[in-house]
């Protein structure tokens, strides 16, 4: 289960970790502490943690610590990213609560463009490659989320109703997905191409781009009916409607 720095908390992760794999962001100044040693001698309470360990934030600027170069096909927009990673397993503990065993990995940017990171994972065996796959698989969900508050209005409805607030957000949704099928099926026998500007290039289809495709072709079978002539009927050259039709599409 891979969710955002909401679900990083103690009490949450010692609560589910016998039961599912959480991948989660981490706090570069988070107190990690060592295992607690296997074979204590001497009578007393078992400790729970071993010794505190150094901070994340120290570990960057910690010239000793070995760094491993990992190519990632997607990172904050950009494909084939080189990033450095270095990664351990620690026991993350606050007082009061169970201590949590977990693997972080921190991840910095040879190129200093972004900001490091750090993020954990509930399974001591998940290799760092993976976390950080699992964890760039939930942008694509924070774009979905995006695109249908921008698109198709979710989170500004306005019921007075609380099942009909439970029921649009999932219909919504539902118009995301079958807008998104529809602009596929479309692209089979058309070619589709995105909507870009000078100083915004895009090279592939964006949910814009898939809705635009999707209410031309709406428009395109309603304006084909026949219907009985009238005095009031002006004939629209093809490229002026085309133009027309093309700027409401992405306007409406």
Known sequence: MVGDSAFAAIEFLAAVRNHVCVVTRLRLDASLFDFPPTNRKGRGRRPIKGKR??????????RKVSWQRLRISLWYGRTNRLVEI??????????????????WVLVRDPAGELEPQAFLATDLNARPCDIIAWFVCRWQVEVTFEEVRAHLGVET??????????????ALLGLFSVIALWAHDLS????????????YPKATLTFSDAIAAVRREIWAHQISFMSRPRRDRIEIPTHIWRRMHNALAYAA
């Open 53 to 62: 360990l150094k901070k994340l934030s120290a570990i960057l600027n910690d």
């Open 86 to 103: 270095t990664t351990g397993t620690a026991i993350w503990y606050k007082g009061g609560i169970p201590p949590v065993p977990i693997r």
């Open 157 to 170: 409805q306005r019921q007075w109703s609380d099942k009909a607030i439970l029921r649009t957000t999932p």
């Open 188 to 199: 089979k026998s058309q070619m589709l191409k995105p909507r870009a500007a000078a100083w």
